[in-house]
């Protein structure tokens, strides 16, 4: 994991290009307060580009998120192949 200026923000990658912001926040929000959900999207399509990043209140809820959300299903994916704290 990476430390930076913002402790309690997780980068997801992997992501279907179905899941939308409201999917990130029913999955992620269990571990905690949410800040923000930043879904990347191509500018000419509007569709996600696979990738997000969560941001948390609490710094130990992001890497509790991290913990336990590593490798797991979301929206059909078999897996989370990247989610690291930034």
Same mark, same amino acid.
């Given at each position: $994991?990476?430390?930076?200026?913002? =402790? *309690?923000?997780?980068?997801? &990658? *992997?992501?279907?290009? @179905?899941?939308? @912001?409201? %999917? /990130? @926040?029913?999955?992620? &929000?269990?571990?905690?307060?949410?800040?923000?959900? /930043? /879904? $990347?999207?191509?500018?000419?399509?509007?569709?996600?580009? &696979?990738?997000?990043?969560?941001?948390? @209140?609490? =710094?130990?809820?992001?890497?509790?998120? %991290?913990?336990? $959300?590593? &490798?797991?299903?979301?929206?059909?994916?078999?897996?989370?192949? %990247? /989610?690291?704290?930034?």
């Amino acid at each position: $994991m990476v430390e930076a200026d913002r =402790p *309690g923000k997780l980068f997801i &990658g *992997g992501l279907n290009t @179905e899941t939308n @912001e409201k %999917a /990130l @926040e029913a999955v992620f &929000g269990k571990y905690g307060r949410i800040v923000e959900v /930043l /879904l $990347m999207k191509d500018r000419e399509t509007n569709k996600s580009r &696979g990738f997000a990043f969560v941001t948390f @209140e609490s =710094p130990a809820d992001a890497k509790d998120a %991290a913990r336990d $959300m590593n &490798g797991k299903s979301l929206d059909g994916k078999s897996d989370i192949p %990247a /989610l690291c704290s930034l």
